[in-house]
């Protein structure tokens, strides 16, 4: 599975856009992008995916760059609740894809 | 529908014992996988059963194992127990092996003395 780069920590004043950045420069052409977050002492809840196109469901949006090498998460309008890991994982989507491969994620901070 | 279960929620044992832990998807799905998490070292791939056999395995030494019955729920036990064995330990349930939407349970801490 291809390896993920994400920024350790970030901020973000409730209301506004989270956007989560992912970098995945060795993705290849059968590798999805998977999002999921974990809430602290919970464990990770699925939040999105997609392949190329950009996807958005009633939690968040996904963009993936043209050439597939990035993405970005976006939480349009974050609250304190969405205060939280996200694991940005790349991972066929295939009979190996529960073997997720979790990096370390981006700790997001909602303030007020 | 009810979400993934697990239990016990809170385990203290000692060195050299051995534990059980036991994990209930949510009903109709077929696949448990099993993950550690570590301060060190994160979200860990333990294995995963499907239809009660093992399907993929992660790296982790013969100590851990699992199993899975007819009515889908799982047990992993760790027996001889060490103090880095001390985690949280995460069941995921899936409709079909290999997932790809995992739905994880609470956790199971445990704290090995």
């Known amino acids: 599975d291809a390896k993920t780069t994400q920024p350790p920590s970030m901020d973000c004043a409730e209301g506004r856009a989270a956007n989560l950045p992912c970098n995945h420069s060795t993705i290849s052409g059968n590798e999805y992008v998977y999002w999921y977050r974990q809430i602290h002492s919970q464990g990770p809840q699925y939040i999105i995916h997609g392949l190329k196109n950009n996807e958005t469901n009633e939690m968040a949006s996904l963009i993936i760059t043209e050439d597939r090498k990035s993405s970005t998460l976006i939480l349009p309008h974050a609250t304190l609740r969405d205060t939280a890991v996200y694991y940005c994982i790349v991972s066929l989507n295939t009979g190996t894809a529960s073997k997720l491969t979790f990096g370390t994620g981006t700790r997001l901070q909602v303030t007020l | 529908k009810a979400g993934v279960t697990q239990t016990p929620r809170y385990l203290i044992k000692t060195r050299g014992q051995q534990v059980t832990l036991s994990c209930s998807p949510i009903?109709?799905?077929?696949?448990v996988s099993w993950y550690q998490q570590t301060p060190g070292q994160g979200l860990q791939f333990l294995f995963e059963?499907?239809?009660?056999?093992?399907?993929n395995k992660g790296n982790f030494p013969g100590r851990f194992s699992g199993r899975q019955f007819s009515n889908s729920r799982s047990e992993m036990n760790v027996s001889t127990l060490e103090l880095g064995d001390s985690a949280l330990y995460l069941c995921a349930s899936s409709l079909e092996v290999g997932g790809p939407f995992l739905y994880f349970g609470p956790g199971t801490r445990l704290l090995v003395l």
């Open positions: 009903s109709g799905h077929r696949s």
């Open positions: 059963y499907f239809s009660e056999t093992q399907r």
